[in-house]
C-alpha cells in the first residue's frame, strides 16, 4: 500500500456523495475534479482491470520553512511514527485556543494514527494570565505533568479566565494537587529563574516567526488557512492523508467467477445485511468489493451518509466522504434498474471514477439508472439498513456519530 495517493485540494469539495433532494427534482452526483484520468480498459482480465491513481495529499515542508520540525524539546502526544502530525502554537488564554482543544481532543479520541505537537505561546501584554499559564504548564512539565496541566487547564478554562491575576497561581496549585501534581514542586518551578527563562524563549522563537494571531496550525508541516479551522475541515485533512497508509498502490487482480454465486454479509453496529453480489452483471464493482472486504478495508468504516427514504451510503475509511482504495474501475450497465428498495450501487464523482464507496437504497430511485454501477441487492436486512442513524454531511459538521461496519464477510458458492 502506498501512503499518499490522495486528492488535497477537495478539502472543500464533496466527492462519491449522491446529494438528497425533493422527490420531484433529479438528483445529481457532486462532481469533483480528477488528478489524472484514468484509463480503463473495457474487458477485466486477471492482470488488469482498473486505474491506479496518484496524488500528493499535502505537500511536503520545504528544508527552509520558518516553522521548526518537530524535537525531542516539544510537547508531543501521538505515535512518532503517525500518518498525520499536528503543530500547533497557540495560549492558554485565548478563546481561539481553548476551542481548538475541543477540536484536536476530539480527533485524538477518534484517530489513532495521530500525533499533536503543542507549541505554547503566551501573549504576553495581551492576555492578564496568559504568561501565567504557560509558566504552569512548563512547571508541571518538571514533574512529567505538562499533559495534565494542559487538560486542566482547557478543561477548566471558563474558571481560570475571569480570577485577578494575582489569584491565578493560587488556584492553579489548588486544582493541580487534585489531578496528582505535587504542589510544593509545582509552586518552586513556577517560580524558578530557568522556568521564566524557558517561556522567553519560547517568546522569542514566536517573534522570529512573525506570528500574527493564533492559533497557528500546520498539518504535516503546511500551514492552513485560518478560515479552515474548524472540526470538520481538519478532520477531513486528517482524515484523508491517514487513508493514504491504507490505498493499494496497484489494482486488484480480477478472481472472480461470473459463473459462482457470492453474497456479502455485511456486520453492522446495528445488525447484519446479507447482500446478493451480482459477478455476471458487474464483475469489476464485484472483483474490488470483494478484493476489499478480504482485506479488511471496510472494518470500522462508517456509513458517512444516510438520507431517510433515500440511501445509505459507506466504503470510505476517512469518513469524509472523499476517500478511494487507490484505484478506479469502469461504470458496468446492464438490465438491472434502481426500481426497488435494497439496491446496492457504486458511488462515483463522474462516468469511470468508482472505488470503494457503495450505497444501499431505501426506495426506487430510476433517475440513477445508467449513471451508477448496480454490483447487488439486498436479500435481508433491509430493516437494518433502514435503522442507521440519519446523517447528511452537506447539512453542516454538527452531525450525530454515524453506525459503523465491523466487518465485511463474503461467502463464494
Known amino acids: 500500500m502506498k501512503k499518499s495517493l490522495l486528492i488535497f485540494f477537495i478539502i472543500t469539495t464533496s466527492i462519491f456523495i449522491l446529494s438528497a433532494c425533493s422527490s420531484n427534482t433529479a438528483l445529481t452526483p457532486t462532481q469533483t475534479a480528477i488528478v489524472t484520468t484514468p484509463i480503463i480498459v473495457d474487458t477485466p482480465t486477471s492482470a488488469v482491470s482498473c486505474s491506479a491513481i496518484t496524488a500528493e495529499a499535502t505537500a511536503a515542508p520545504s528544508s527552509d520553512s520558518l516553522f521548526p520540525p518537530v524535537s525531542e524539546s516539544d510537547f508531543a502526544i501521538g505515535p512518532t511514527d503517525a500518518a498525520v502530525t499536528i503543530i500547533e502554537y497557540c495560549d492558554f488564554q485565548a478563546q481561539g485556543c481553548n476551542t481548538m482543544a475541543t477540536i484536536v481532543g476530539k480527533m485524538m479520541r477518534e484517530q489513532s494514527d495521530l500525533r499533536f505537537v503543542f507549541r505554547p505561546l503566551p501573549l504576553i501584554g495581551v492576555a492578564d494570565k496568559s504568561d501565567k499559564a504557560v509558566l504552569a504548564a512548563l512547571a508541571a512539565d518538571e514533574q512529567g505533568k505538562f499533559w ?65 494571531a493564533v492559533p497557528i496550525i500546520l498539518i504535516n508541516g503546511t500551514l492552513q488557512p485560518s478560515y479552515l479551522l474548524d472540526y470538520q ?56 468489493f470483494v478484493f476489499l472486504a478480504r482485506q479488511g478495508w471496510f472494518n470500522g468504516v462508517t456509513f458517512h451518509r444516510v438520507i431517510p427514504g433515500f440511501l445509505a451510503q459507506a466504503g470510505d475509511p476517512s469518513g469524509t466522504g472523499k476517500g478511494n482504495p487507490g484505484y478506479f474501475f469502469k461504470n458496468e450497465t446492464s438490465d438491472l434498474k434502481f426500481d426497488k428498495p435494497g439496491m446496492i450501487g457504486m458511488a ?57 461496519i465491523i466487518s465485511v464477510d463474503i461467502e463464494e458458492k
Open 148 to 212: 495534565t496541566m494542559y487538560d486542566l487547564l482547557f478543561t477548566r478554562y471558563n474558571e481560570w479566565t475571569n480570577l485577578k491575576p494575582d489569584q491565578f497561581n493560587a488556584w492553579v496549585v489548588r486544582e493541580a494537587v487534585k489531578v496528582d501534581i505535587d504542589g510544593d514542586q509545582l509552586t518552586a518551578a513556577v517560580n524558578a529563574d530557568k522556568t521564566a527563562t524557558r517561556m522567553q524563549s519560547m517568546v522569542d522563537a514566536a517573534k522570529k516567526l512573525n506570528i500574527p
Open 233 to 288: 475541515n481538519i478532520s477531513d485533512v486528517v482524515g484523508l492523508i491517514a487513508l493514504g497508509k491504507k490505498q493499494f498502490a496497484t489494482c486488484p487482480a480480477f478472481n472472480v467467477d461470473p459463473s459462482k454465486q457470492y453474497i456479502a454479509t455485511i456486520h453492522t453496529e446495528k445488525g447484519d445485511i446479507v447482500i446478493q453480489l451480482f459477478p455476471d452483471k458487474a464483475p469489476l464493482a464485484v472483483n474490488s
Open 348 to 404: 462515483n464523482s463522474g462516468p469511470d471514477t468508482n472505488g470503494s464507496q457503495f450505497f444501499i437504497t431505501f426506495a426506487p430511485a430510476t433517475h440513477l439508472d445508467g449513471i451508477y454501477t448496480i454490483f447487488g441487492q439486498v436479500i435481508s436486512g433491509l430493516d437494518i439498513a433502514e435503522q442507521l442513524t440519519p446523517r447528511d454531511p452537506s447539512q453542516g459538521a454538527s452531525l450525530p456519530p454515524g453506525d459503523k
